[in-house]
T-cell receptor
């Protein structure tokens, strides 16, 4: 099983729709979680951190479910400009080697259609 | 504020040649990460440094790859000799601290080895 798994999509949704992505992780001791956005041929950019209590930033809501080991990203009133690949990022707990390795999912591709 | 700076942005080279990729992290950040991204494998962590010291190089594919960070504002990733399977986008990212802090990515170097 992969450490971080995402549905690759693509998710094709009309403008104004609400869309949600999930990301599952295998290490129950994982500590930090993020969503990054990556546009075609560009670098990943931080979209938002994911807090235990859930958090919202405008049209975007992120939630963490530790019991089921997944995080989610909800986008409301989707815009054409939301079309991108969304990467889930998990930081496991400090390993025996003392490293802080961030694990990236392979991304979920979203296409918002006019 | 200047973000993470990478050079060159594009590199085309012949198999067997040496390739050196360069990165300048965000000023004040003390962790630096080198990633490789391909369609097949997604974003893979190659190596990361904290306070200029290599902490985890378990992702470096083989001895042909080496990375250095001689000071807080500069790092290099070298491939010698290069092979066609090394063709990918190589990203450098930096963050403040090691754990739980978001990473900021440079624009990447698109490497093509023919």
């Amino acid at each position: 099983r992969k450490e971080v798994e995402q549905d690759p999509g693509p998710f094709n949704v009309p403008e104004g729709a609400t869309v949600a992505f999930n990301c599952t992780y295998s290490n129950s001791a994982s500590q930090s979680f993020f969503w990054y956005r990556q546009d075609c041929r560009k670098e990943p950019k931080l979209l938002m951190s994911v807090y235990s209590s859930g958090n919202e930033d405008g049209r975007f809501t992120a939630q963490l479910n530790r019991a089921s080991q997944y995080i989610s990203l909800l986008i409301r009133d989707s815009k054409l400009s939301d079309s991108a690949t969304y990467l889930c990022v998990v930081k496991p707990s400090r390993g025996t080697s003392g490293t802080y390795k961030y694990i990236f999912g392979t991304g979920t591709r979203l296409k918002v259609l006019a | 504020d200047a973000g993470v700076i990478q050079s060159p942005r594009h590199e085309v080279t012949e198999m067997g040649q040496e390739v050196t990729l360069r990165c300048k992290p965000i000023s004040g950040h003390n962790s630096l990460f080198w990633y490789r991204q391909t369609m097949m494998r997604g974003l893979e962590l190659l190596i990361y440094f904290n306070n200029n010291v290599p902490i985890d190089d378990s992702g470096m594919p083989e001895d042909r790859f080496s990375a250095k960070m001689p000071n807080a504002s500069f790092s290099t990733l070298k491939i010698q000799p290069s092979e066609p399977r090394d063709s990918a986008v190589y990203f450098c990212a930096s963050s403040f601290g090691q754990g739980g802090y978001e990473q900021y990515f440079g624009p990447g170097t698109r490497l093509t080895v023919t």
